[in-house]
């Protein structure tokens, strides 16, 4: 996870979302200081850091999901980076890890209060809900909080929570993750001052629980030596994305790719183009039923635009939301052809949804096939290597190779690592500006 999300987060930072929330940010400064992906020159006040690469990290719809729903790193990792950076002692790899684990506990076990959390959200997006709460746990560990000060950063962090999801599709979806990190850092700041709020808002039917209508919280087992913690990772895997859209996307774009193979083992020079028509069985959800989309983030957001992109070019990619790839006269006149069916044993959960994909062909013949668990879901996850090739095609789009490198070797043994902090000097190797050779870390630094 934590791999990924600096994978996504670096081609994140090529984007003009990233370029705005750091335009924005450069005007405030602060004597903490924290470092931006990406951006040897540039460095901002820790919460500022949080923001703007928090805002890389969903900027393409890249980074991972779990189950409930939410994306759950990207709300973490870029504040913790951010802290930790700016701490007088620098917190430890291990440290780090049991910050990041602790943030992701906070918002498995309050999206398991409700039974509305587990279903593709409707009202609003969950990385604003729990994504900031996470954050503040996250944080406050790192900072080393005491009980009576996490509680306090956990109530004030939940005033700052919620973001409809009209705006998912548009360049201000990314700044959802970006003031969720942000929030639940300031959050357990404010806490560390002696801020204080409600100590039962996670137990108020007007606290937390007016984001979930159904949520009902209840205790949690105690830990002791003898009956040791069981985290909700443990049980719940997290699905990695192979290309940037929505999760949904990948359930269509598998089974499109699997209908143009069988049309072409049929017809090898089959212009898929002159398709007659495409139906697409998918579950009831409006926010990601956009038959023409005029943006690349309301492509990302769409079952017929990742359904046309696959079956025209056997795969969908970072390129297949260029403006080149989209405005091909081919796609949007398959855009044209596209109907949707919702079956009502098709339903909204991305642990229960499948897609299924008709083609009929100019000359009459029809070929179907079906996606139920895509290639990087929890049920089916990316190997090891994939998951590395994913993160280094990232990374080098601004990293040189030897940072990308660097980073995969401290990830892989960072719970013996020192200083956690290393990985954001590896972060601003940019691979267009010249560094010296004594600024650069090496992993067995």
């Not at 910050?99 to 593709?120: D, P, W």
């Not at 023409?292 to 359904?307: G, L």
């Amino acid at each position: 996870m934590l791999l990924d999300t600096l994978g996504v987060g670096l081609l994140g930072t090529t984007t003009p979302v990233f370029h705005v929330a750091l335009e924005y940010s450069k005007r405030y400064q602060a004597k903490e200081i924290s470092s931006v992906w990406g951006r040897p020159e540039s460095s901002l006040p820790p919460h500022y850091a949080t923001f703007v690469n928090g805002a890389a990290v969903h900027a393409m719809d890249f980074d991972d999901t779990w189950h409930p729903a939410t994306h759950p790193s990207g709300a973490l990792l870029p504040a913790l980076l951010a802290l930790a950076e700016s701490l007088p002692s620098k917190p430890s790899g291990l440290e780090l890890l049991l910050a990041f684990n602790v943030g992701l506990e906070v918002q498995g076990r309050l999206m398991r209060f409700s039974k509305e959390a587990h279903n593709i959200p409707r009202r609003f997006h969950p990385p604003t809900v729990v994504g900031v709460m996470g954050s503040a746990a996250a944080t406050a560990k790192l900072l080393g909080l005491s009980p009576t000060q996490n509680m306090a950063a956990l109530a004030i962090a939940c005033s700052s929570a919620g973001a409809p999801m009209a705006n998912t599709a548009t360049q201000t979806k990314p700044l959802h993750l970006a003031n969720a990190g942000r929030r639940g850092l300031e959050a357990s700041q404010l806490a560390l001052l002696g801020l204080e709020g409600n100590k039962q808002i996670l137990d108020l039917e007007s606290g937390f629980r007016i984001f979930y209508e159904d949520y009902v919280p209840h205790h949690l087992a105690e830990v002791s030596p003898t009956a040791p913690y069981r985290w909700v990772l443990e049980d719940q895997d997290i699905a990695f994305k192979r290309f940037p859209a929505h999760l949904a996307m990948h359930w269509v774009a598998d089974a499109a790719v699997k209908v143009r193979t069988k049309i072409l083992d049929q017809d090898p020079n089959a212009d898929l183009s002159q398709i007659k028509r495409i139906t697409v069985r998918v579950p009831l959800s409006r926010y990601i039923d956009r038959p023409i989309p005029d943006t690349e983030h309301q492509a990302r957001h769409s079952f017929q635009f990742n359904c046309c992109s696959a079956l025209l070019d056997g795969a969908v990619t970072v390129e297949s939301f260029s403006n080149n790839l989209m405005g091909r006269k081919a796609l949007k006149e398959l855009l044209l052809k596209v109907h949707l069916e919702h079956p009502k044993d098709n339903q909204a959960s991305f642990d229960k949804m499948y897609c299924e994909v008709l083609v009929e062909t100019a000359q009459g013949r029809t070929h179907t096939a079906r996606c139920n668990t895509f290639y990087g879901h929890w049920r089916k996850p990316l190997s090891r290597e994939d998951l590395e090739k994913k993160f280094k095609a990232n990374a080098s789009s601004v990293l040189t190779s030897d940072a990308a490198d660097g980073i995969v070797q401290i990830i892989d043994s960072l719970e013996t690592i020192p200083d956690c902090s290393v990985l954001g000097s590896y972060m601003q190797f940019h691979k267009h500006t010249p560094h010296k050779e004594k600024y650069f870390y090496t992993a067995s630094v």
